[in-house]
Nanobody
Framework: VQLQASGGGLVQPGGSLRLSCVAS????????IGWFRQAPGKDREGVSC????????YYSDPVKGRFTVSRDNAKNTLYLQMSSPKPEDTAVYYC??????????????????WGQGTQVTVSS
């Protein structure tokens, strides 16, 4: 099982950036899959996830209305479109897959396959 995240980099506040995560070694539509992030000195937190049960989406409050998650099952790829990023969005972003209950879909402890992370820096 492998998750490969890419697309991070330096972006200006108010700009846009798209992250991608390619999954291999398992059938991605059988798993909930999502994006998580960890800033220096902070715990890893859920950003946005898609449930395998009903394709419902989860967004953390700080990113609601600015980030959009999507998946392409034919390509086994997960995306995160980041619009109007803010400096506080600076973090290492990880994609992960698991089988959480819906009430815990944003909890990183419920996921057991992780990608290697991609750095996103929001700065002017």
């Amino acid at each position: 099982v492998q998750l490969q995240a890419s697309g991070g980099g330096l972006v200006q506040p108010g700009g846009s950036l798209r992250l991608s995560c390619v999954a291999s070694g398992f059938i991605s539509e059988d798993y909930s899959i999502g994006w998580f992030r960890q800033a220096p000195g902070k715990d890893r937190e859920g950003v946005s996830c898609i449930s395998s049960k009903d394709d419902s989406t989860y967004y953390s409050d700080p990113v609601k209305g600015r980030f959009t998650v999507s998946r392409d099952n034919a390509k086994n790829t997960l995306y995160l479109q980041m619009s109007s990023p803010k400096p506080e969005d600076t973090a290492v972003y990880y994609c992960a897959a698991g089988r959480p209950v819906l009430s815990s879909i944003g909890d990183p402890r419920m996921y057991y396959y992780w990608g290697q992370g991609t750095q996103v820096t929001v700065s002017s």
